[in-house]
């Protein structure tokens, strides 16, 4: 056993290692942030109420469904199923939604699924020689399917990974991309604090491809009476998808009262922006209601995230072992005003 947990830390914190030094290698001079140079940004936006009123600050306590997303080692130590419904009205009237379930294999881990979407209403196309619209419907889309696995090794070590088909559609054109998470949380360090790491979207590069790259082209403009329509097509750029590694510890103040507080910090360095810090708490009453705080992306440069707050609420239902968890989230998103997150988690 203690070669397995050797060889499987060994592998993970050389992958991490491995996608790190991508970050690190490929970064830009200081003063650029690297805003909108990958695709898939929509893998970045925070998933779950809980999380987002923690200012982001969850990759270690990932101790819910909403691992899936933050840390896959933190679904090891989740011992019943849990199924999370997630909305959130996002900037610009676009919907962010997410769905996700965590299912108990025994001694053999635990294995999770979850659907990432990020939709808006379709779109009149409209083009310079009709302003007011030609009569065709543009739809767009984000989408990633995950499927997850986490396992305990020891008492105070899990290890978990994810790996994501990604898809974005715009209009007759899509991109497609697989994706990996790795994770790792130390648990119970000096029987204070507990410990996570993850590198996130790990995978292949994203290139637009369809109907609307088929163009007509002239080769030669300058002469007269030659084919002005050619047929051509247009070949479109590849990019990487943001991977981001993140470290972070937490620790319960209070632990045995009734009104423990969790404190979390967390180091984030993205391919696609700066080095940020993320901070949070949550404030337990009698475990049945929660008062959350944060602030998100300190020190990242022109950023327009910061405050975030949000309530939990915890309840049995009579006469059965179900129990719900009801969460809100607001974060101040600065001239793009705010984004308000929903959640509802069922425990089984």
């Given at each position: 056993m203690k070669k397995l947990f050797y060889i499987l830390l060994f592998v993970i914190l050389g992958g991490m290692n491995q996608?790190?030094?991508?970050?690190?290698?490929?970064?830009?001079?200081?003063?650029?942030?690297?805003?909108?140079?990958?695709?898939?940004?929509?893998?970045?936006?925070?998933?779950?109420?809980?999380?987002?009123?923690?200012?982001?600050?969850?990759v270690s306590v990932a101790n819910d469904v909403t691992a899936l997303y933050w840390n896959p080692a933190g679904i090891a130590s989740i011992?019943?199923?849990?199924?999370?419904?997630?909305?959130?009205?996002?900037?610009?009237?676009?919907k962010h939604d997410w769905i996700g379930?965590?299912?108990?294999?025994?001694?053999?881990g635990n294995v999770g699924f979850s659907v990432n979407s990020l939709t808006m209403d379709?779109?009149?196309v409209r083009t310079p020689a009709l302003p007011e619209g030609n009569g065709d419907i543009m739809e767009c889309y984000d989408l990633a399917l995950g499927m997850t696995y986490g396992r305990t090794l020891t008492d105070r070590f899990s290890i978990g990974g994810s790996f994501k088909y990604v898809r974005s559609q715009l209009w007759h054109m899509t991109a497609q991309a697989a994706a990996f998470d790795l994770g790792i949380m130390f648990s119970n360090i000096f029987d204070m604090f507990q410990l996570g790491a993850v590198m996130t979207n790990m995978g292949t590069k994203?290139?637009?491809?369809?109907?609307?790259?088929?163009?007509?082209?002239?080769?030669?403009?300058?002469?007269?009476?030659?084919?002005?329509k050619i047929d051509a097509k247009l070949s479109t750029e590849r990019y990487n998808l943001p991977i981001a590694f993140q470290v972070g510890v937490s620790t319960v103040i209070n632990r045995k009262s009734s009104f423990p507080l969790l404190l979390a910090v967390e180091f984030y360095e993205p391919s696609d922006n700066v080095r940020s810090v993320n901070v949070g708490g949550e404030w337990s009453f009698y475990n049945m209601v929660f008062l959350r705080g944060g602030y998100a992306r300190i020190f990242e440069k022109d950023s327009e995230r910061g405050l975030t707050l949000g309530a939990g609420y915890k309840f049995r239902i009579p006469n059965s072992s179900l129990r719900l968890l009801l969460d809100y989230s607001y974060e101040d998103l600065g001239i793009l005003d705010n984004s308000q997150k929903f959640s509802l988690n069922i425990v089984l």
């Amino acid at each position: 056993m203690k070669k397995l947990f050797y060889i499987l830390l060994f592998v993970i914190l050389g992958g991490m290692n491995q996608a790190y030094a991508q970050i690190s290698f490929s970064s830009f001079k200081s003063d650029v942030t690297k805003v909108g140079t990958t695709s898939g940004a929509f893998l970045t936006i925070p998933v779950g109420a809980r999380a987002n009123a923690m200012g982001g600050a969850f990759v270690s306590v990932a101790n819910d469904v909403t691992a899936l997303y933050w840390n896959p080692a933190g679904i090891a130590s989740i011992t019943g199923m849990q199924l999370a419904l997630i909305h959130s009205n996002w900037i610009a009237d676009i919907k962010h939604d997410w769905i996700g379930v965590v299912v108990p294999l025994g001694i053999a881990g635990n294995v999770g699924f979850s659907v990432n979407s990020l939709t808006m209403d379709d779109m009149m196309v409209r083009t310079p020689a009709l302003p007011e619209g030609n009569g065709d419907i543009m739809e767009c889309y984000d989408l990633a399917l995950g499927m997850t696995y986490g396992r305990t090794l020891t008492d105070r070590f899990s290890i978990g990974g994810s790996f994501k088909y990604v898809r974005s559609q715009l209009w007759h054109m899509t991109a497609q991309a697989a994706a990996f998470d790795l994770g790792i949380m130390f648990s119970n360090i000096f029987d204070m604090f507990q410990l996570g790491a993850v590198m996130t979207n790990m995978g292949t590069k994203m290139r637009f491809d369809g109907r609307d790259t088929y163009v007509y082209y002239d080769v030669s403009e300058s002469e007269n009476g030659n084919n002005e329509k050619i047929d051509a097509k247009l070949s479109t750029e590849r990019y990487n998808l943001p991977i981001a590694f993140q470290v972070g510890v937490s620790t319960v103040i209070n632990r045995k009262s009734s009104f423990p507080l969790l404190l979390a910090v967390e180091f984030y360095e993205p391919s696609d922006n700066v080095r940020s810090v993320n901070v949070g708490g949550e404030w337990s009453f009698y475990n049945m209601v929660f008062l959350r705080g944060g602030y998100a992306r300190i020190f990242e440069k022109d950023s327009e995230r910061g405050l975030t707050l949000g309530a939990g609420y915890k309840f049995r239902i009579p006469n059965s072992s179900l129990r719900l968890l009801l969460d809100y989230s607001y974060e101040d998103l600065g001239i793009l005003d705010n984004s308000q997150k929903f959640s509802l988690n069922i425990v089984l």
